[in-house]
């Protein structure tokens, strides 16, 4: 293996995936990128390069003049954000996506890691335990980028015998980077309100039920797919992984139980209609066979963890809350 580029660097995985991808493989090995430079105090010890992934010859010649040979392909818009803006939504997580494969062919790349989502399944898709292969006719925009992801990816790999490969996230809950742009981030904000000692008004209904995981179990099936046999690997970036899945109310009680006074109203906004669109747990049996996925967190270790973690950052001080 020679040098990895990251896409998407300061974006809710990436933020994680970088400084665990130096500690695997050294900072020498390691080049972060995103649309926009980083704060000073971070990434400091490695190459990091403002790279706009709808910028063809951008993503070009970086493949190419630095030899990379990996590539995770973190960059995208989320749901909410894709629902507000889909221009901006189609140009990043299609128009992007299609130039990191193209970009990987031509530059000899190794592996592509790109990671799908829930995003891609709809009103047709049945509910409950969705298997890998099922209707996928999402009605956001960011669903028929990510669609669109996944057919690229089989197509790249076929066609060219590029490897790449991906799973498709559910919620993920995590800490270092403030909920923003998905549907599924109210989970991450009502954290940052219970620390804050704040009581939450959830977009979502409480009885909102969605596939999520935690994100060190997240960044752990990611390299897990990464360093597993190809041979074994009978999807692209179709994957299904979750480790458990909750609605609002359920998560509140959830805090409760460690912060008893917290307190949420439900006021539903239009991310309660793309809620409903997606289903509410997945069929991860796919993953467990082919790569070994076995989540480690459950819903209460979850939350002991978020909970001291956002407090030793001093969430009380975050602006916007
Ligand atoms: N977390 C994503 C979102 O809510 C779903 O994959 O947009």
């Known amino acids: 293996m020679g040098t990895i580029l990251v896409t998407g660097s300061l974006g809710q995985i990436g933020t994680e995936l970088v400084p665990l991808l130096v500690k695997k493989f050294g900072p020498s090995r390691v080049i972060a990128s995103d649309v926009k430079p980083p704060d000073s ?25 630095r030899s990379i040979t990996d590539v995770f392909h973190m ?30 062919v031509k530059a000899g790349v190794n592996r592509v890691m790109i990671p799908s989502t829930i995003g891609v399944f709809g009103k047709d898709t049945p509910r409950d335990n969705v298997p890998v292969v099922t209707v996928t006719r999402p009605a956001t925009m960011y669903g028929v980028t990510k669609v669109n992801a996944e057919l690229l ?20 809950v995590s800490y270092k980077t403030p909920p923003s742009a ?16 704040k009581s939450y008004e959830c977009y979502l209904k409480e009885d909102a039920a969605l596939p999520m995981m935690y994100m060190p179990d997240a ?24 480790a458990f899945s909750f609605d609002p109310a359920t998560l509140a009680s959830a805090i409760r139980r460690v912060i008893p006074e917290f307190r949420v109203t439900y006021r539903p906004d ?34 002991e963890d978020m909970i001291e973690n956002l407090k030793e950052m001093h969430v009380r001080n975050q602006p916007g809350l």
């Open 219 to 242: 960044l752990d099936s990611l390299m897990k797919l990464y360093s597993a046999d190809g041979e074994k690997l009978r999807y692209t970036i179709e994957y299904n992984i979750s």
């Open 41 to 65: 105090d971070v990434f400091h010890d490695i190459e990091y390069i403002t790279m706009d992934v709808t910028d063809r010859e951008m993503v070009a010649s970086t493949m190419k003049d």
């Open 75 to 104: 960059a995208g818009i989320l749901s909410a954000l894709g629902e507000r803006n889909p221009e901006l939504a189609f140009m990043v997580n299609s128009v992007g996506t299609f130039n990191v494969l193209n970009s990987a």
């Open 270 to 303: 239009y991310r309660q209609s793309i809620a409903e669109t997606w289903p509410r747990s997945l069929d991860s049996t796919d993953a467990k066979i082919d790569w070994g996925f076995s989540p480690a967190y459950d819903i209460d270790a979850m939350t």
């Open 182 to 197: 998905g549907t599924t981030d109210y989970a991450v904000d009502m954290y940052y309100h219970a620390v804050a000692g």
């Open 153 to 172: 990816a089989s197509y790249f790999r076929n066609k060219f015998g590029l490897d790449v490969r991906g799973v498709r996230y559910p919620g993920i």
